[in-house]
Nanobody, 124 residues
Framework: QVQLVESGGGLVQAGGSLRLSCAAS????????VGWFRQAPGKEREFVAA????????YYVDSVKGRFTISRDNAKNTVYLQMISLKSEDTAAYYC?????????????????WGQGTQVTVSS
């Protein structure tokens, strides 16, 4: 059974930093691309960042480019999302998702498994 567990969320002031982690189990981690999505109250879940199985390629939504960095440690079955220069509009529940082999990195529908989410709140 695939399990994804996010951690690292919290309350931070605007301009601050957080690092989210997504720990995976129950899958051959090297076979999966991983994405981060976020959902603010009253809004749809949106793509934030994704990384290929090898970590060689990364993808970001324009609004976080230069501020967020996705990375992975396949030896630890963990993906990270380093967030700096946080803004109030980054406030949301953040979810990691795993998709088998190749697929549309930006689409929720292309991911097979999801975590329960971790809340990020940025105060202005």
């Amino acid at each position: 059974q695939v399990q994804l567990v996010e951690s690292g969320g919290g309350l931070v002031q605007a301009g601050g930093s957080l690092r989210l982690s997504c720990a995976a189990s129950g899958l051959t981690f090297n076979d999966y691309r991983v994405g981060w999505f976020r959902q603010a109250p009253g809004k749809e879940r949106e793509f934030v960042a994704a990384i290929t199985w090898s970590g060689s390629f990364t993808y970001y939504v324009d609004s976080v480019k230069g501020r967020f960095t996705i990375s992975r440690d396949n030896a630890k079955n963990t993906v990270y999302l380093q967030m700096i220069s946080l803004k109030s509009e980054d406030t949301a529940a953040y979810y990691c998702a795993a998709g088998y082999l190749r697929g549309n990195y930006y689409s929720r529908a292309s991911y097979d498994s999801w975590g329960q989410g971790t809340q990020v709140t940025v105060s202005s």
